[in-house]
């Protein structure tokens, strides 16, 4: 009976045992889960250069936003105006995206107006505030030619960000935007080339 009641207890203490287990390893998946959906990211396996592909590509994307705004109303061209259209589509969510990794993380998150010239020349294809202002001056087919050259170099910019995230990057969530960045900007980057040869000289 001693033999018995000891295997028993035994097996009970297993159970109890395997049970935390469970319990422990549980919310891994969940949370991996989450951070491919939701801002929160994998909050323990970020590395600095996690958060600086963010703190970056903030700003960069919402000076594209911003020229597409500007598309959206100066472009003359139906397949520019397209264009910005899908690019502001697409880059308004990564932004949100971003920023809520950011805030996840306990680090600043850029704003607007924290713009200027802060840190600009660490990102590579953003616009001087002089490229802006003349691109806001230009009229007609010559608006539209000089938008898709900046913003081929724009998105010349964001791929080698991209690119730097995969190769130094630590978080998933972040590595998998990257790819989706340098694909999708890729892809873009070949329809204004194409679309610049169309358009006329003046």
């Not at 989450?34 to 970020?46: E, G, K, L, V």
């Not at 590509?57 to 959206?72: D, E, F, Y």
């Not at 308004?92 to 996840?104: A, F, H, N, R």
């Not at 730097?164 to 999708?184: F, H, M, R, W, Y």
């Amino acid at each position: 009976m001693k033999h018995v009641y000891g295997t028993t207890a035994l097996l009970v203490a297993t159970v109890a045992l395997t049970g935390c287990g469970d319990s422990d390893a549980g919310p891994m998946p969940g949370m991996n889960h989450s951070s491919s959906s939701t801002p929160t990211s994998a909050a323990a396996a970020y590395n600095d250069a996690d958060v600086r592909f963010a703190t970056q590509m903030i700003p960069h994307h919402q000076q594209a936003v911003q020229m597409a705004s500007m598309a959206g109303y100066q472009a003359t061209t139906p397949e520019v105006k397209k264009l910005a259209t899908a690019i502001k589509a697409a880059q308004d969510p990564e932004i949100k995206l971003m920023s809520g990794w950011l805030t996840g993380w306990g680090k600043p998150v850029p704003t607007p107006s924290h713009g200027g010239h802060g840190g600009h020349e660490e990102m590579p294809g953003m616009m001087t505030e002089e490229e802006m202002s003349d691109l806001g001056k230009q009229q007609g087919s010559m608006f539209d030619r000089m938008w898709i050259q900046l913003m081929i170099k724009h998105h010349q910019g964001a791929v080698a960000m991209a690119k730097t995230e995969q190769a130094n990057g630590k978080d998933p969530a972040s590595i998998a935007l990257a790819q989706k960045v340098q694909a999708a900007q890729t892809a873009e980057i070949a329809t204004m080339q194409r679309l610049v040869g169309q358009l006329p000289v003046s």
